[in-house]
């Protein structure tokens, strides 16, 4: 065809050709009736062209191939009419193969009026549903016959209709068969008559017979029924209900009715063995049906996608059109999605995806929102390079294009599997290629990109860098989204992106508090709307709330609870989502950690009693929301207990424990669970955790219930209920106890020991031995019990008041005391001993030598001398092992306790984290509110042999203070250059974290200060087994200790060793080393570093 052509002088030739091929039709003098019947469908073909010409959307070229396609079709029909004027049996083909044109005019017509689009479409189908055949007239007349056949057949009744199916002629068959048609339509019988009857078998019986295969299925209902009575209960009507189905199912419109009717297997089977034309009818019809997902699934396990798949590799245009359109409407459905990527339907939609042919662009929308639909498949993680490749597509495809295309990289990197998707796609630069969308004017589009961004970023932080958001305009617009866009997705998707906020990123907080966010997310919350929006909203609201309430930034908290913060959690408690209640509790902890220190003191006024309405009951203070964020007048404690309830069980249980743990610390533990009993079903509902709850949310249970069960009234009441549970727990052996690790069933089995121990369960508590305290033999296990036991009441359950009551703290700080009297009488004795031993050492050296004596001796000479003759060598050196306060370190193994400054930073906690993996059996705790006497007490009453206190400034860990126990000494060192395990750049380096003890490396530490220092570091680890492949280093160089943590790996022979580093590696610097403990403030100094001693003979201390 000529493609110089324009739009308007192609349609034009195209009218005129019509209209020439319409009089040709209508002035044959043969066959008549069919060529009139031709000349009737081409002359409303001129009307709807001069519409397309008019229309300048119309030129695209797609439309521009339907219209070429139907010039060649009608210059066929004129040829053909000329040269054969008895061309009957061509007709039919030649109305059909117009009909066809007409259909890929009306898929290419996508920006077209609803009115045009009709008009294609009834004559579309009237073309293609006319029928000629050699006795074309006789049917006229038979029309006209069957018409009186019809009234006959109204006449007819039930019993009448029966009798002529069975044993009538033809001409009875057929007034049978509008008699039966005229009962189906009006509903008078059913498919309970049509079985009894027989009436299936009598119509397929006859089919030989009678030439009446098109008139059963002209019967309106008659399919529909047929399929009825295949899916019934009756085994035998079924049977021939499918034989007469299958007759009738080489009709493309018989199969077409049964795939409404639900029957599915005929029109698969035009897709597989149908002629092209027949496989586009059907693909065609599919993608215009109505399904259920029930339907689908039908559909894609009796095996419709691989026909689909094929037509849309191998067909034409029309015929991939067709496919595309009919696999979108069938992968509605995820099932369906596996099957599709099976077939292999991926490549060939790549390659069509990334085509530059004109005549293929009409088909890359719905091949990309195919793509979008089969990147929900988990297998489709395999194809590593595919996120990539259609990164490269947002930049040259159009608007809807590239929603599916975003749409698409979101549902690949969302696979739980796809870690290293995500990570390669920041890697490869995927964020300042999807920054710039928020800006673009088609809501979908930044829907998409704001949904793949909040992807992306939720969890490498290490490649994902916050200040690329926050910096430039881009915070501005997507805060701009949140305040201003009218879809609640809109919202949620922004919200997403800001809750992906590094934890402690305090500058990026600084920065959303400066552009007013929060109470922004505070006005959004007020809505009363439950779609799934804005349930996705509330999520993502709450993860923001926790990056805003971290305990270790009080001021930021303050500023939070300013803007009414409180209210909203408390609201996300009562009425959000499973995580949504789940953030609420954790920001509430979170708040309430920092109650104690926030709380107003009551004022005591002279013969004034202080008001006691506004007194809060857990924290005997005046508490406020906004001041203390007080769990307990913020009302938020009944939603947490609420939150017990419920049947199903989630991450809240764990959540909602944790923040009713804050109302009962060590100071505060009797008024919150008076307070927590107070509340009906509280005590039940946090009982039930210990049989309902997963393993973290039994550990919170049981450490609540453990100080609700202190007090004897309490006890009482609930200790029966408790009794139940326990036995079950420990006797029969919780599932999650058996699959947890060794430390956690070790955790859990000390719990309930020690709630056991309260209610009185000698059984229980014995059967705890088994789940990880001690493996031991039945003789051993009540010993051991019994001194937890004894431990536990003596130590762990004796409150600050009773201490200042009964006294056992002020007898255990007395006894504290004399020994340490004793111990500095019994060194001043030695000492003195010491001392005369120098003195005798030199009156001997002074005889041996023949030199005179020293004049300061000269006066002791004589009775030194008597002493002398009474000694001999093994009597003359004195013994002690006073000075060495490690004398009797080798008799059992350091047991050390690591805690921290006051509200310590994560940057600090994760180092103590990390030196609790240092140094074998070591315990870390949060120090809390706890003074530092109380520690080291508590610590000697437990046997700790050392205790190491870690401080910080602004975040930075710099010092590190090492005390032994339980009379010292206490060694103050400085710490620099920090770099945790976690912050190693070189992840391939580092090697795991082995359990063994480890070998010490002591470098340089070669005069007494050096030795003594070294004697201080080498007592805090275990004496290690000969094969242990971990080396802890601490090598002097200028008085700077470096540390470093190794451990090596034999890769060939005794000579090829790798060496891999563990972390953490850090530098300690010497300033002090006292002869007490850390709490002794009037203990002696054994050695401080001062200014004047800073001079070149004197600088390095430690070694040379």
């Not at 007194?615 to 913020?634: A, N, Q």
């Not at 300690?1068 to 850390?1078: A, E, F, H, P």
Request: hydrophobic letters at 40%; aromatic letters at 4%; proline letters at 4%.
């Amino acid at each position: 065809m000529g493609t110089s052509r324009s739009f308007k002088e192609l349609v034009l030739e195209l009218v005129a050709s019509a209209d020439e091929v319409a009089s040709l039709a209508k002035d044959s003098e043969s066959e008549s009736q069919a060529m009139s019947e031709l000349s009737i469908y081409l002359e409303r073909l001129p009307s709807i062209l001069d519409t397309i010409r008019q229309d300048k959307v119309m030129d695209t070229p797609g439309i521009r191939l339907a219209i070429e396609s139907l010039e060649a079709q009608l210059h066929r029909a004129r040829a053909c009419i000329e040269s054969s004027p008895n061309a009957r049996a061509n007709i039919q083909e030649m109305t059909h193969d117009l009909g066809r044109s007409l259909g890929l005019l009306l898929f290419a017509s996508v920006g077209v009026s609803l009115d045009l689009k009709e008009k294609i479409g009834a004559l579309h189908k009237e073309m293609m549903n006319v029928k000629f055949d050699e006795s074309y007239e006789r049917e006229i007349e038979e029309v006209d016959e069957a018409c009186s056949e019809k009234e006959e057949g109204k006449m007819l009744g039930i019993e009448d209709v029966a009798l002529q199916l069975k044993y009538g002629n033809d001409k009875e068959f057929k007034c049978a068969l509008m008699g039966l048609e005229m009962l189906i339509r009006e509903k008078d019988v059913d498919c309970d008559w049509i079985i009894d009857e027989g009436i299936i078998a009598i119509l397929f019986n006859r089919l030989g017979a009678s030439k009446c295969v098109e008139r059963i299925g002209r019967i309106q209902g008659c399919i529909i029924m047929l399929v009825a009575i295949l899916n019934g209960d009756d085994p035998l009507a079924s049977h021939d209900a499918g034989k007469l189905l299958d007759a009738l199912s080489c009709n493309t419109q018989n199969a077409l009715l049964m795939a409404e009717a639900g029957c599915f297997q005929p029109l698969i089977q035009h897709l597989r063995q149908g002629s092209e034309m027949s496989k586009i009818l059907m693909a065609t019809a599919l993608a215009r049906m109505v399904l259920t997902d029930k339907a689908r699934d039908s559909l894609g396990e009796d095996g419709v996608m691989e026909p689909l798949v094929f037509m849309f590799k191998t067909g034409k245009l029309e015929a991939k059109l067709a496919a595309l359109n009919a696999l979108q409407n069938l992968l509605i459905s995820t099932k369906n999605v596996s099957n599709i990527l099976s077939s292999g339907i991926l490549p060939p939609l790549l390659q069509l995806l990334f085509s530059v042919t004109s005549s293929l662009m009409t088909l890359r929308e719905p091949a990309s929102a195919i793509l979008s639909k089969v990147a929900l498949s988990n297998s489709i993680v395999e194809y590593k390079d595919l996120p990539n490749q259609l990164l490269s597509l947002l930049n040259l495809s159009n608007s809807k294009i590239k929603c599916h295309v975003l749409v698409a990289l979101n549902n690949i990197a969302s696979h739980p599997s796809a870690s290293e998707v995500r990570s390669k796609m920041n890697q490869n630069g995927a964020m300042q290629l999807l920054l710039p969308l928020p800006k673009e004017t088609d809501s979908k589009i930044r829907v998409s990109a704001l949904n793949l961004l909040y992807t992306i970023t939720k969890d490498v932080s290490e490649d994902y860098k916050f200040s690329e958001v926050v910096g430039g305009d881009y915070l501005q617009i997507i805060v701009g989204l949140v305040s201003s866009s009218s879809w609640d997705s809109e919202k949620a998707a922004a919200v997403g992106l800001l809750s992906n906020t590094p934890v402690g990123d305090k500058r990026a907080i600084d920065k959303l508090k400066k552009v007013n966010l929060l109470p922004m997310l505070v006005s959004l919350m007020g809505s009363s709307s439950s779609s799934s929006s804005m349930c996705q909203l509330q999520e993502r609201v709450a993860a923001i709330f926790i990056k805003f309430t971290l305990p270790s930034d009080k001021k930021v908290q303050l500023s939070v609870i300013e803007v009414g913060v409180i209210p909203v959690l408390v609201k996300l408690l009562s009425n959000g989502s499973s995580v949504a209640k789940c953030r609420a509790a954790i920001s509430l902890a979170q708040l309430s950690q920092n109650t104690t220190s926030l709380r107003r003191p009551r004022n005591r006024r002279w013969c004034v009693p202080s008001p006691t309405v506004a007194l809060c009951e857990v924290h005997d203070r005046f508490c406020t929301i906004k001041g203390g964020f007080c769990l307990v007048k913020s009302g938020a404690v009944l939603h947490l207990i609420q939150i017990l309830e419920g049947e199903k069980r989630s991450e809240a249980d764990e959540a909602a424990l944790s923040a009713l743990a804050t109302l009962l610390q060590d100071d505060l533990w009797e008024n919150g669970s008076n307070f927590i009993v107070k509340i009906q079903g509280a005590v039940e509902n946090i009982i039930r955790m210990l049989e309902l709850g997963n393993l973290k949310a039994q550990e919170k249970a049981l450490w609540i219930l453990e100080r609700i069960f202190r007090t004897e009234n309490h006890r009482t009441e609930y200790g029966g209920v408790a009794q139940v549970v326990l036995i079950n727990l420990a006797q029969k052996g919780e599932p999650s106890l058996r699959s947890a690790t060794k430390e956690k069933r070790k955790i859990t089995g000390a719990s309930i020991v020690r709630m056991a121990l309260l209610v009185g369960l000698k059984e229980t508590l014995m059967k705890a031995c088994d789940y990880g305290i001690l493996k031991l033999q039945n003789a051993l296990k009540w010993e051991v019990i019994q001194k937890l036991m004894k431990r536990e009441a003596d130590e762990t359950y004796i409150t600050k008041t009773q201490l200042r009551s009964v006294g056992p703290g002020r007898k255990m700080l007395r006894r504290t005391i004399r020994l340490k009297r004793e111990y500095l009488y019994r060194k001043s004795l030695e000492g003195k001993e010491r001392l005369l031993y120098e003195k005798k050492r030199k009156i001997r050296q002074a005889l041996e030598e023949g030199k005179p004596i020293p004049t300061e001796l000269r006066n002791e000479e004589a009775a030194l001398r008597r002493q002398i003759d009474l000694e001999d060598d093994h009597t003359a050196v004195p013994r002690s092992i006073i000075d060495d306060e490690y004398a009797k370190a080798t008799e059992r193994e350091p047991k050390i306790l690591i805690t921290t400054s006051r509200d310590p930073s994560q940057p600090l906690t994760q180092f103590t984290k990390e030196l609790k993996f240092v140094f074998p059996n070591a315990e870390r705790m949060n120090r809390g509110g706890q003074v530092i006497n109380e520690i080291i007490e508590s610590c000697r009453a437990r046997e700790f042999t050392d205790v190491i206190l870690v401080h910080e400034h602004r975040g930075v860990p710099d010092g590190l203070v090492i005390s032994h126990l339980p009379f010292g000494p206490t060694a103050y060192f400085g710490l620099h250059n920090v770099v945790t395990r976690h912050d190693i750049k070189d992840k391939n380096s580092i090697g795991t974290m082995p359990g063994v003890y480890p070998h010490l490396i002591l470098n340089n530490f070669t005069t007494k200060l050096g030795e003594r220092t070294a004697t201080i570091l080498k007592h805090l680890f275990p004496v290690p087994k000969p094969d242990s492949k971990r080396i802890i280093t601490f090598a002097n160089q200028s008085d700077y200790i470096s540390f470093r943590h190794h451990v090596y790996e034999k890769q060939g022979g005794p000579k090829s060793i790798e060496l891999k580093e563990i972390g953490p590696r850090f530098e300690l610097r010497l300033y002090q080393i006292k002869l007490g403990t850390v709490e002794q403030k009037e203990a002696q100094n054994e050695w401080v570093l001062r200014p004047y001693m800073n001079t070149t003979k004197k600088r390095k201390f430690l070694g040379d």
